[in-house]
């Protein structure tokens, strides 16, 4: 991950924000006082939320597992689908 000082980011922050979303790298903004932050594009900020709700969902997790190991034919129903 790439680190800036605030004052570099304050400089190119219009940069900065492009290259974020472009490249989907987060970079570390650093400040003297020791509490840093990280910028981070807007799609991947969402990705990272729907992942925590998920996540806070007990049982998700080991079910999700358990999906990505079950065939593809055993997924589907017998009866058709109307969407």
Excluded at 13 to 31: F, K, S, W
Aim: glycine fraction near 6%; proline fraction near 2%; hydrophobic fraction near 40%.
């Amino acid at each position: 991950m790439t680190a800036i000082t605030v004052a570099k980011a304050r400089e190119n922050i219009y940069q900065l924000i492009q290259d974020v979303n472009t490249n989907c790298t987060p970079v570390t903004i650093t400040n003297q006082k020791g509490k840093n932050a990280v910028l981070i594009g807007e799609e991947d900020w969402k990705a990272i939320e729907e992942t925590l709700r998920f996540m806070a969902i007990p049982g998700m997790a080991e079910s999700i597992i358990d999906g990505g190991k079950t065939a593809i034919e055993n997924c589907l129903e017998e009866h058709e689908i109307d969407w």
